[in-house]
C-alpha cells in the first residue's frame, strides 16, 4: 500500500485501526502477519499469524527499528502490528505536563 | 487529522462545553466536515474568523482544514482601521463573525459573511459526511496568524498542518487525559496559545471550557462550576487570579495543572500562586506563533523545588523556561550565528518539525540547516535550563553596554515596595540610550538606585524612573513597551 501520514487502516485480522504518524511510500503494513486495509478496501475476517497475536492498545504508538514507519494505535485489537512478517515495536514516550 | 483520530478513539466523549449539553468529538467532527463543505461551496480561498470564543470556534477550525483552506482567526481588539486592513489582506475569504462586528467589516470586499448563530445553526443538521474527504497534505497551510505588529504592519505567521500535528504528536499523548477532566481556555482565538490548547485538547481527549471575555472573578467561577482541572493563562490573568481569589478567600482544589505563558511572569506572582494552589501542578512554557506555541517548559516539580528553597541558585528556577521539548533543538548564538557555551547569553535559535519560522509575504526565514533565529534573548545554563531575557529589539544600548530589561526588571520586583516594573531604553545624545524605568508601587526612586546598583552595578541603575497606576499590556499580557518608551522619552 501506498503510506502516508493521516491514512487511516483497519485491521483484515481484528478490530485494530491505526493511522499513520510517519513514513511515506510502499510499504507493507500487517497486523497479525496479514496486510492492513485502507478505507473501503474489502478483506476481512482472516486470521492472524503464529505469534503475531500479542495485541494492540489504544492510544499507543507502534514504529519499526529505524523510526522511518510510525503509526498510532485509534482502536485496539488481538493482531500484532508489523512490516511483513516483522512485528513492530511499541514506542514509549515520556509524557510532557501539559502546555496549553 | 487531530480530530479525525480523537473520534476513533473516544467520539462519545464531550469535546467542547458542559458535561451536560457540550458536543462530542463525533459531533464536532460531523459540524467540522459540514462547514468545511460550506466553506468549499463558498469558493473562498481562507476562512476567516472575527469573533470571541465559543464552539464556533473549533468548528470553523477543523472545518477550514477540511476545505483545504488556511484559517486565519481576526484580532477583534483592533481599532477599525486595522482590522478593515486585515480583513482586505485575508479577502476572498469566508468569515465567521459576531454579531456585534459584523458592522465593522461591512465594506471589505471578497467577503462571505456568515454569522456565527447562522454558523452553528447551518452545521447543526445534514448528511453525515465521509471522513475521508478530510484534505491530508501536510504542507497546505493550516493557519496564518497576524503578529501583533508591533514594529510595523503585522506579519501573517503561516503553520502548515506538519508544523501543527509536529507539535501535538511531539508533545501531548494521545488520550492522555482522563474521562473527567477538563481545561479552560481564556486566551483569544487570534492567539497561538488559544489554537494550540484546542488542539491539544481534542487530542488528548480533555473537555474544553471556554471563556470569551478575561475576568477573574468569572475565571473562578466556571473553575468551581465546571470542575476545571488544566488551564493555561498570562501572567497578567494569573496576577489578577491571584489577587481576587485572596479577596474572597477562596480555594480551587479541582485545579490540577496550571500553564503560563505569553509573557514574563513576575516572581511574587509566580510565588503567591504556588502558595495558593499548594497541590496545583505549575508549567511555564515559552514559545512563540512561528514555533506552533511551545518549545520549552519549566516543570511541576521545578516550580516545587524553587519555591521552597532558600538557595539563590535553585530560586532561581522559577525566572527560567526550563528545558527544550525533547523534539526539537535549542541553541544559543552569538552575533555572527556561532553557539555560544552555557552562561553566555545570546539569541535563541530554535529547530525541529513544529518550528514554522516562515510569512506569508517575507517567505520562511529559517537558515540552511533549518534553525530559526528567534529574535529572544536568552541563555542556557551548566544543566540546560533555558533563561529567556526578552526581544533582542528591547534590549538597552548604553554607552556602548548591552544591558537586558529583563536583569534589572527581576530587581525592581524583588522589592516589597514594588507591584509591577518594566524597564525601557530611552533615546539620550549622550549615551545612545539610556535606562527608564516605570514603576507600579511606593519604593522612592533612592531605593530603587541603589537596590540595582547593589545587586548588579552602577551602570544598570535607572536613570530615570517615573510612577504610575498600572502598566499598559495588551490583552494577551504583552507589556506595550512602545507606549512607555513614548512617555518616557516625552519625560
Known sequence: MELRPGLKLSSAVCSTEVIVVAGSGDVDLTCGGVSMLVPGEDGGGGTAADGLSEGTMLGKRYCDDDGAVEVLCTKPGDGSLGLGQTPMGLKEAKPLPASD | ?491
Not at chain 2, 36 to 55: K, M, N, Q
Not at chain 2, 80 to 89: G, K, N, P, S, T
Not at chain 2, 428 to 454: F, N
Open chain 2, 1 to 491: 487529522m487531530l480530530l479525525d483520530m480523537a473520534v476513533s478513539g473516544f467520539g462519545d466523549r464531550i469535546a467542547v462545553g458542559s458535561v451536560d449539553n457540550g458536543l462530542t468529538y463525533a459531533q464536532l467532527l460531523d459540524r467540522a466536515a459540514r462547514a468545511g463543505h460550506a466553506f468549499s461551496a463558498a469558493g473562498t480561498e481562507r476562512v476567516a474568523f472575527l469573533d470571541i470564543s465559543s464552539p464556533a470556534l473549533p468548528v470553523a477550525l477543523f472545518g477550514a482544514a477540511y476545505a483545504g483552506q488556511p484559517f486565519v482567526p481576526l484580532n477583534y481588539r483592533l481599532a477599525d482601521d486595522d482590522l478593515v486592513a486585515l480583513a482586505e489582506r485575508t479577502a476572498p475569504a469566508s468569515l465567521v463573525v459576531g454579531d456585534d462586528q459584523a458592522q465593522r467589516v461591512s465594506s471589505t470586499q471578497g467577503l462571505h459573511v456568515t454569522n456565527r448563530d447562522q454558523f452553528l445553526t447551518a452545521t447543526l443538521d445534514g448528511d453525515t459526511l465521509e471522513p475521508s474527504a478530510w484534505s491530508m497534505d501536510p504542507e497546505d497551510i493550516a493557519v496564518l496568524l497576524y503578529t501583533s505588529g508591533t514594529t510595523g504592519a503585522p506579519k501573517a505567521a503561516v503553520l502548515r498542518h506538519k508544523n501543527l500535528v509536529g507539535y501535538i504528536l511531539g508533545s501531548v499523548e494521545f488520550m492522555g487525559a482522563g474521562e473527567d477532566e477538563a481545561t479552560l481556555v481564556s486566551v483569544p482565538p487570534y492567539h497561538i496559545a488559544g489554537l494550540a490548547a484546542i488542539l491539544s485538547s481534542v487530542y488528548a481527549g480533555r473537555r474544553i471550557v471556554q471563556l470569551a471575555n478575561f475576568d477573574a472573578d468569572t475565571w473562578i467561577d466556571l473553575v468551581l462550576a465546571e470542575n476545571v482541572t488544566h488551564t493555561m493563562v498570562v501572567p497578567t490573568m494569573l496576577a489578577r487570579i491571584v489577587d481576587r481569589m485572596t479577596a474572597r478567600s477562596i480555594e480551587l482544589p479541582s485545579l490540577r495543572a496550571l500553564s503560563y505563558g505569553g509573557g514574563r511572569m513576575p516572581l511574587p506572582v509566580i510565588d503567591r500562586a504556588l502558595t495558593l494552589f499548594p497541590e496545583t501542578r505549575f508549567v511555564n512554557a515559552y514559545g512563540l506563533t512561528e514555533t506552533s506555541s511551545t518549545i520549552s517548559l519549566l516543570g511541576p516539580d521545578d516550580h516545587r523545588a524553587a519555591h521552597s528553597s532558600d538557595d539563590p541558585a535553585v530560586r532561581r528556577r522559577l525566572t527560567s523556561v526550563g528545558q527544550p521539548l525533547p523534539t526539537l533543538e535549542v541553541s544559543i548564538r552569538d552575533d555572527e550565528g556561532q553557539p555560544v557555551g552555557p552562561g553566555t547569553p545570546g539569541e535563541v535559535w530554535v529547530r525541529g518539525e513544529q518550528v514554522a519560522g516562515e510569512y506569508l509575504q517575507q517567505g520562511s526565514k529559517l537558515t540552511a540547516e533549518g534553525w530559526f533565529p528567534t529574535n529572544d534573548g536568552g541563555e542556557l545554563d551548566d544543566d540546560g535550563y533555558l533563561y529567556v531575557t526578552g526581544r533582542l529589539d528591547d534590549v538597552i544600548v548604553r554607552g556602548g553596554e548591552n544591558i537586558s530589561p529583563g536583569e534589572i526588571e527581576d530587581v525592581l520586583l524583588a522589592h516589597p515596595g514594588v507591584t509591577d516594573a518594566a524597564v525601557i531604553g530611552v533615546p539620550s545624545d549622550q549615551w545612545g540610550e539610556t535606562i527608564g524605568a516605570v514603576i507600579v508601587g511606593t519604593a522612592t526612586a533612592e531605593e530603587l538606585k541603589a537596590l540595582v546598583s547593589e545587586r548588579l552595578r552602577s551602570s544598570r541603575s535607572p536613570d530615570t524612573i517615573l510612577y504610575r497606576e498600572e502598566l499598559p499590556y495588551n490583552d494577551t499580557g504583552k507589556l506595550l513597551r512602545r507606549v512607555l518608551r513614548a512617555e518616557l522619552t516625552e519625560s
